[in-house]
């Protein structure tokens, strides 16, 4: 043939090329190959890992949030609720102070009427003897009867007015 | 004139004689004495004298001898990584680990990038002609002699310059590009390869050129005693390096690119066939 081509040489060279492929690809390609692929596949896998571990930790941490956002809220419930409670005791401290405070202002007060009432009396009392005794006294000297008389009752009249206002 | 003036003379005439004669040694042509540059080349393309025996297949072309051997040396390679590096493999790669998985995962990546959606064997096989090109390529600077038919010796040349084995690289990746387009898109796969008939031929020329070539210019700077000096080094290792790679890459990377367009499905294709599944 033309520049010396030799088909049977070709095929000696095809059957060394075959050869050097299958030798090529089983010692070395695949092992190298499946080397690369496996680590390839170890590096995703934890960065896979990673991401989940991302992901998981970034679940929890919502719950956490959303946790303590409840707790707080509760806090806040209890807090507004014990609040509420202590300023009706408060309230019901204050009014059942008032009312003791009432009720001792009245007790004073009837004491003090009764005290009033006792001394006027008591004066009253007093009042009649010094009458008597002043009516015995001018009644037994028999002089300007007449004008002691009226203002003896003049002053008698003052004394009840000035005790009615007080 | 005074014995340091003929001191000096003397120095001056040997000096000058000696270059004299260095310059007739190393002119001589060396066509009077060996074979003729014009056969020399034709041998290193079309090895119609210079063959080798080759077990019971009887003279082949060294090239036959080159790919075996080049086979053989990156099996005996693989089997002592396979065995003793790989298991010690670790996440934090060392420096040999880098390289090797620099190695697959740029030809992984070439599958990867041409051809998203199928790349499993086509990334096995960039990698196997990437290495083959370039181990095949850097196996010339050996410079191994082997018995020829003819009674001398010859240096063993890259696999692939040789016409078989650059026709065979090109079929072969053709049939690869072919085996997408079937696995892909069936049988308007195959029209689709095709369609680029001629992929199999500019494939085995421009590999057959660019690695003949680098021979021929290695071969002619050889011939001459006078560029033999120094020159070789960049010639040989630098020439021989630069277009291991670029040849490596380029069959690897039209390959791929190949490969991943006759294998995609297109969005039109892939919709008659969900209405038809339906």
Known sequence: ?166 | MDAKSRKRFIIIWAVILLIILIGAVLTTDPAQEEEPIRTIMKDAVLHEHSKVNFLWFGPVNPAVISAYTVTFIIFIFALFVRVFAIPRFKDQPGRFQLLLEQAVGIFDGLAVSNSPHRHAFLGAYVFTAGTYIFVGTMFELLGVLVPATNGGYIALPAPLADINGAICMGVFSYSVILSGGIAGNGFKGVLNTLKDFSLPISMSFRLFGALLSGALVTELVYYYMTTSFIIPVFVAVMFTMLHALIQAYVLTMLTALFYGEVSERHPADQDTAALNKV
């Open chain 1, 1 to 166: 043939m033309p520049l010396n081509i030799d088909v049977q040489q070709i095929l000696l060279h095809l059957f060394n090329l075959v050869l050097l492929f299958g030798i090529l690809y089983i010692l070395l390609y695949k092992p190298v190959h499946d080397f690369m692929d496996k680590r390839e596949e170890e590096y995703r896998k934890r960065d896979r890992d990673t991401k989940d571990a991302l992901s998981d930790a970034e679940k929890l941490k919502g719950e956490y949030e959303s946790k303590l956002a409840e707790a707080e809220k509760e806090t806040a419930l209890e807090r507004a609720r014990t609040s509420a409670a202590a300023e009706a005791e408060r309230e019901k401290i204050i009014s059942d102070a008032h009312n003791r405070a009432s009720s001792i202002v009245e007790d004073a007060r009837d004491k003090a009427q009764k005290e009033h009432d006792r001394l006027i009396a008591r004066a009253q009392t007093e009042i009649a003897d010094y009458v008597a005794m002043a009516a015995e006294k001018i009644v037994m000297k028999d002089e300007g009867l007449h004008d002691d008389f009226d203002s003896f009752f003049e002053k008698v009249q003052d004394t009840d007015r000035n005790s009615d206002n007080g």
